[in-house]
Each structure stands twice: as C-alpha cells, then as structure tokens.
C-alpha cells in the first residue's frame, strides 16, 4: 500500500486516520451506494486514500453516469434489436432508446412499420437492458435536436448505431452530425435477423422456413443465418437464481415473434411470486401442435428474445410440452400459469388439458387474463400488404448483399 497524493484519485483526500486494515477495506466495498457515500462525506478530511481499490471506490462513487443514446424503428421487434441494446448498455450505465414515428418510418423509408408506435413502445421498454424510451424521435438527428434534445435534455453522452450504414431518402449518413461532434459510437450489428428477413418468412410460411436454406429464394435475404453461440446465450441469461423461500412461477409456450400481448402476460405471471421461469418450446414441438407453419423464428432466436424481457428470470430451452412432475419438482414450482387465452392446436382444448394435467392436480394450475395472441394478427397484416411487402424485401436483398460482400469484422460489445 503506497501513499497518495492531493491531486488524482490516488489522493482524494488528506488527513490523520491510517486505513490499513484489509477487513475494513473489504466491508466497506460491500456497503450499499448510499452508505460508501455518507462514509466518505464524513470521513474526506480525515482519511487518506492509500491504495488502488480505495481509488476506484471513490472515482465510482463520484463519477457522472455515462448516458448512452440510440434510436430506430425497432419493428418486428426481434433479438437482434435486444443485443443492439444490450451492446449500448455495455458503452454506458444509462441507455435511452429514441423511438421513430410511424409517419417519420414511413417519410424516411417508403412505407410505415407493421406494427404500430405503441406495440413497438411496449417491446422496447419491455426490454431489460433499456432504462428510458422516448417517443416521436426524428428519423434523421440534425444539429437543433441533438443540442436540444439528446445533449440537452437527456445529457447523452454517447451515440450508438451498428455497423450498417443507415441513410435517409437522399442517400446520407444519418448519423453524420453525431460522428462530427465526437460523440458517435459504432457496434456490431448482430447478423443472421433483420425485420425484413422476419418479414420474408411470413411471405413464404413453408414448413421448414425456420431452417436454414429452406427459404424461398425470392424473399429469403439468403446470405448468412443465425448463429446461436454459448457466449450469446451466456451474455443474454440472467445470473440470478431463486431464493430458498422465492415463490417460483412456471410458464411455458413458443413466444413465437415476441409480441405485446406476450409481455403482458409475462408481466402478469412474474407478479404470481419472485421468480419467473418460462418454458420455451422446441421447434419440433410447436410444428406438431400448431401446425405446418409455425414457428417462424427458430428456438434459438425465441430464446434470445425471452431472456432479454425484464420480467423473466430463466428459461428452459425446448421445455416439453406436458408440465411434468418431474419437471415441478426439479425446479421447486409453486404456480403454474398459462393465459385465459389459449391458441388453437391440431388437437384443440384436449391438448392443453393434457399439458397441464400434473399442475391442475397439485392445485397450483393459474389461468392469468390475457389477450388474443399476436402473431397470426401479424402473418395477416404482411399477407394483405404482400405486393408492397415483396418488393421491399427484394430492395432489401440487394443491400444486404453488399453488407456481406464488403463488411470487415466489427467486435462485439
């Protein structure tokens, strides 16, 4: 332990008190913020900083919060746009995610979003990594909005987008005063998911769009697909685990294109106890029950998105269909919900009472009010706009070929 100095860090403060003790040291890293704060007020003039963790204490305690901004249309919303937050997130310790109007989407890029400003407001903010939303964001952020709003009002500190280019209706960079003012920051796109793909596949809806190379080639984006890694699903997982006398909650289901209706009900089931686990359905499983054309993301892909909302704690990765006993006793289940509103199945009812058969018994089966599922709400939106839907995939295909052609590696946050 060496001494400090008056001026840095290292030498914060000056006075008679001589901390030496590693006990002392390690209890005070271990208090709450609030108390480390109230300690040093008092103490400043009387202790002396005398070592390394002592400095990144105090520099942590007094520092500025770094505010992070990043902005976009987020439709469809998908888990690429989850790890673009959680990347921002990773720059920063605030993130503030600017949302565009449906008539700016519509301005900037010929034609509005599929879904609508609030159904995009609740996936975002539904999102664990995302601390405030604001609505009505301009598409382009020219000089006036980004000193009065982004560095003004929300004191951004940083600028993300990813590593394709964006551009508004005359070709330029819409991210160019940001990037000349210094404060623009580049990650790494996540690749093998766009809306548009996503969009593809409800054009194309065969049995095995949700493999890859089975896509047809017309609306199929085709260049590269997603590759799920243990690292990706690591960075995505929460850490925490349930409490000997946490209530847990189980539900399970194919969270098929993560949707609002979805994320009120994972809401609702998280209130149910402490801890929220969901049961994610194989592909496999959910073909067999929902028919040939679902799910239209693959098990990987849903996961990603699951684990990104706030209200979820753990998944299981291809849950089985029937709760079992087995399954309740391994991860301690005190309730198992499901939502009053059920899907239709090839089997009808008698598959969901199958399902749920163990739980009814045990008397800790709960049904949750919910509303009419989205996704096949969604399919219908795309299949009545699918002239205009087709060429915009096509368009899209070609610009996603010279992404793949000319990219360079991007490291991740």
Not at 366 to 375: D, K, L, Q, R, Y
């Amino acid at each position: 332990v060496g001494g400090g100095s008056s001026a840095g860090i290292d030498g914060v403060a000056q006075g008679k008190m001589d901390v030496s003790s590693e006990r002392a040291l390690n209890m005070l890293l271990c208090v709450g913020h609030a108390a480390a704060s109230a300690w040093v007020v008092s103490s400043a003039l009387e202790v002396r900083v005398r070592g390394t963790r002592w400095a990144r204490l105090l520099f942590w305690l007094r520092r500025r919060p770094v505010r992070v901004w990043i902005d976009g249309c987020y439709d469809v919303t998908h888990f690429g746009h989850y790890n673009a937050f959680r990347q921002a997130r990773a720059l920063g310790d605030v993130l503030i995610v600017g949302l565009n109007s449906d008539a700016e989407v519509a301005r900037h890029k010929g034609t509005p979003p599929l879904m609508t400003d609030e159904e995009r407001f609740q996936m975002v903010s539904a999102c664990k990594w995302v601390d405030t939303v604001v609505r009505d964001v301009p598409y382009v952020l020219d000089q006036k909005y980004l000193e009065e709003v982004v560095f003004g009002k929300y004191e951004v500190d940083l600028v993300v987008h990813g590593d394709d280019p964006c551009l508004d209706v005359d070709g330029n960079d819409v991210y160019a005063t940001s990037k000349a003012v210094g404060k623009y920051r580049e990650i790494k796109r996540t690749e093998g998911v766009s809306t548009t793909d996503l969009v593809g596949r409800m054009l194309t809806m065969t049995r095995d769009h949700h493999h890859s190379g089975q896509n047809d080639a017309s609306f199929s984006l085709g260049f590269t697909s997603f590759m799920p890694t243990s690292r990706r699903v690591a960075e995505f997982a929460s850490t925490r685990r349930p409490l000997p006398n946490d209530k847990v909650v189980y539900v399970d289901g194919a969270f098929d294109l993560l949707h609002p209706a979805q994320i009120d009900f994972l809401r609702s089931a998280r209130a149910l106890g402490d801890f929220l686990i969901v049961g994610v359905h194989k592909d496999e499983e959910v073909n067999k029950y929902k028919g040939s054309n679902f799910p239209i993301m693959n098990l990987h892909e849903r996961l990603l998105a699951v684990l990104s909302c706030r209200y979820v704690d753990e998944v299981v990765i291809g849950a089985p269909w029937e709760v079992t006993e087995d399954l309740i006793t391994t991860f301690n289940i005190s309730v198992v919900a499901h939502g009053s509103f059920y899907d239709n199945t090839r089997g009808g009812q008698p598959d969901y009472a199958n399902a749920y058969r163990v739980a009814r018994g045990r008397g800790i089966f709960v049904e949750v009010p919910s509303s009419e599922g989205a996704v096949k709400g969604l399919v219908e939106r795309v299949r009545n706009e699918r002239e205009r839907l087709e060429k915009k995939v096509k368009k899209k295909a070609a610009q996603e070929v010279q992404y793949y052609t000319s990219k360079t590696y991007v490291a991740e946050v």
